[in-house]
T-cell receptor, first 114, second 113 residues
Framework: DAGVIQSPRHEVTEMGQEVTLRCKPISGHNSLFWYRQTMMRGLELLIY????????DSGMPEDRFSAKMPNASFSTLKIQPSEPRDSAVYFC????????????FGSGTRLTVV | AQSVAQPEDQVNVAEGNPLTVKCTYS??????LFWYVQYPNRGLQFLLK??????LVKGSYGFEAEFNKSQTSFHLKKPSALVSDSALYFCAVRNQAGTALIFGKGTTLSVSS
């Protein structure tokens, strides 16, 4: 299994541009999570999906952020318009069942908004 | 609300010495606790978890953690540190809904040779 796959690994964009981050969970995992990591705030849960349905998006910082999971093998996190304070590492994770066997994380996307 | 605290931003230890990375938790109900490690420019890797059972949990790379209910702690330990253990360590607790993980701020472990 290739694990959780995120793309791109690095993204540099100008303020105001739209950014789309992508995630492919592990096949058979039924829940997917998006986290954001910054020095100041650590790891924050943004949103999670169960069986492709968004369950809790209370961690999404504002309306500029949106996430979709059109099918069991693909999810996107979109920022439009992007701002410098969005610069962070964004991680995707997936689990099977309730996650008692652990959460598998992707390698992350390092986003820099200039 | 569920939460974890890692009181130390950094832990320094000499190679060969025992190491402890501290974590305390606050939960409603039974805690589901996890430790993850992050190497530079990498994702988080699962080390070990406590769900129920023995208070001493053994995990990957020779790490173990001790669950202490009375002290609400879940400290990560290793009898003999390696330079390659240098990384960022996260303690986490499953949220009250029983789905997502809530992470601590992380502790940087530095092992000197």
């Amino acid at each position: 299994d290739a694990g959780v796959i995120q793309s791109p690994r690095h993204e540099v964009t100008e303020m105001g541009q739209e950014v789309t981050l992508r995630c492919k969970p592990i096949s058979g995992h039924n829940s997917l999570f998006w986290y954001r990591q910054t020095m100041m705030r650590g790891l924050e849960l943004l949103i999670y999906f169960n069986n492709n349905v968004p369950i809790d998006d209370s961690g999404m910082p504002e309306d500029r952020f949106s996430a979709k999971m059109p099918n069991a093998s693909f999810s996107t996190l979109k920022i439009q318009p992007s701002e410098p304070r969005d610069s962070a590492v964004y991680f995707c994770a997936s689990i099977a069942g309730t996650g008692t066997y652990g959460y598998t994380f992707g390698s992350g996307t390092r986003l820099t908004v200039v | 609300a569920q939460s974890v605290a890692q009181p130390e931003d950094q832990v320094n230890v000499a190679e060969g010495n025992p190491l402890t990375v501290k974590c305390t938790y606050s939960v409603s109900g039974n805690p589901y606790l996890f430790w993850y490690v992050q190497y530079p420019n990498r994702g988080l890797q699962f080390l070990l978890k406590y769900i129920t059972g023995d208070n001493l949990v053994k995990g990957s790379y020779g790490f173990e953690a001790e669950f202490n209910k009375s002290q609400t702690s879940f400290h990560l330990k290793k009898p003999s540190a390696l330079v390659s253990d240098s990384a960022l360590y996260f303690c986490a607790v499953r949220n009250q809904a029983g789905t997502a993980l809530i992470f601590g701020k992380g502790t940087t472990l530095s092992v000197s040779s």
